[in-house]
């Protein structure tokens, strides 16, 4: 069993910059990914990247913004977004399958997720 517990999210201006962090143990063995829910919308793919940290995809709206990475020693996945928007405001999950996708079907671990709230 995979727990996955997210952090980093807080409160930031347009903009600004955030690190978001998915910890969960036993973690490494998988693809991961991020996902997110703003208030009122379904939840969306964010990235995705595969077991090994090469291979990555994304979200068209987040690409040159976000950044997808992992530290399979650490177990700790992170995504790095930058030039943030109000349209960024979610809840942001992060996820681990067999693999790396959009859809999330594809993953069976998911953790309970971070808040950001991206306001003037």
């Known amino acids: 069993q995979v727990q996955l517990v997210e952090s980093g999210g807080r409160l930031v201006q347009p903009g600004g910059s955030l690190r978001l962090s998915c910890a969960g143990s036993?973690?490494?063995?998988?693809?991961m990914a991020w996902f997110r829910q703003a208030p009122g919308k379904e939840r969306e793919f964010v990235a995705a990247?595969?077991?090994?940290?090469?291979?990555?995809i994304y979200q068209d709206s987040v690409k040159g913004r976000f950044s997808i990475s992992r530290d399979n020693v650490k177990n700790i996945l992170y995504l790095q977004m930058s030039n943030l928007t109000p349209e960024d405001t979610a809840i942001y999950y992060c996820?681990?399958?067999?693999?790396?996708?959009?859809?999330?079907?594809?993953?069976?671990?998911w953790g309970r997720g971070t808040r950001v709230n991206v306001v003037s």
């Open positions: 036993g973690a490494n063995r998988y693809a």
């Open positions: 996820a681990a399958g067999g693999r790396p996708t959009s859809t999330e079907s594809s993953y069976d671990y």
């Open positions: 990247i595969t077991q090994n940290g090469l291979s990555t």
